[in-house]
């Protein structure tokens, strides 16, 4: 079986004043999902936006919208990001004591529903809710910022992540990476196991997104290990 691998562009980095074309164009391109990075100014130092961006991307593309909340206590707002219409949520171990029963809510929503990791954080925290997960996102820098420098130490911890799962049962938990992810990392991390990859600045900040996002597919494909 072929295993998933979807791109995912960021719009973090994108051009908020007309945000709707934007989303459209890379859609165009062929994006898989649409992340969207949700700060609060306190679990990172930025602050972004909030549900009702995700309501009204809503009504300008089908494509699923993928939530990163980077937000101390997320699951008081999970209940607006599933009602705002997100695909999929994830939300950060470090940020909650109640990781198992946020993951419950989202899921009991048909909302695919994910935990992120900052770099430093040691992967035995989902030792226990393996069964509760849909998707892990790795992050490859330190949350809070589009453009940030790719860390490397997070591709043995991807590549740990996805033998920890496959040898599990949980070949169909999904990793997702998140950081400083362009056509080489990219590359890198699909070797590494990785299935879907978030990318802000490699290409929003481009002005050709069609050939940065095909020459992303290419380097994914190309390096996918498992068939
Ligand atoms: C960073 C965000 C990322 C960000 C990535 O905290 O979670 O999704 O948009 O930006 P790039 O791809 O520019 O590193
Ligand atoms: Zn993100």
Redesign the pocket.
């Known amino acids: 079986m072929e295993s998933l691998r979807l791109i995912a562009p960021?719009i973090?980095?994108a051009n908020f004043a007309k945000l709707g074309d934007e989303v459209t164009e890379v859609v165009g391109y062929g994006a898989d999902w649409i992340?969207v990075?949700v700060?609060d100014g306190q679990f990172?130092p930025n602050i972004t936006m909030g549900p009702i961006v995700v309501e009204w991307l809503k009504t300008v593309t089908p494509t699923p919208l993928d939530v990163?909340l980077?937000i101390v206590a997320p699951e008081a707002y999970i209940p607006d990001f599933i009602k705002a219409g997100a695909s999929s949520i994830s939300f950060h171990a470090e940020a909650t004591p109640h990781i198992h029963r946020t993951l419950q809510v989202i899921r009991e929503a048909n909302v695919r529903a994910g935990v992120a990791l900052n770099p430093s954080t040691p992967l035995n925290v989902l030792e226990y809710i393996l069964d509760d997960l849909d998707f892990v996102l790795i992050?490859t820098?330190n949350?809070?910022?589009?453009?940030?420098k790719f860390i490397p130490a997070t591709v043995p911890k991807v590549q740990k992540l996805r033998e920890w799962l496959d040898a599990t049962g949980h070949a169909e938990v999904l990793i997702e990476v998140?950081?400083?992810?362009n056509v080489t990392t990219a590359g890198v991390m699909s070797e590494a196991g990785a299935n879907a990859f978030?990318?802000?600045?490699?290409i929003f900040?481009v002005h050709n997104r069609q050939i940065i996002i095909k020459q992303m597919r290419q380097a994914i494909d190309t390096a996918a290990p498992r068939l």
């Open positions: 960021s973090l980095s992340h990075d700060m990172v990163h980077m992050m820098v949350p809070g910022f589009g453009g940030q998140d950081g400083g992810i978030v990318a802000g600045s490699a900040g």
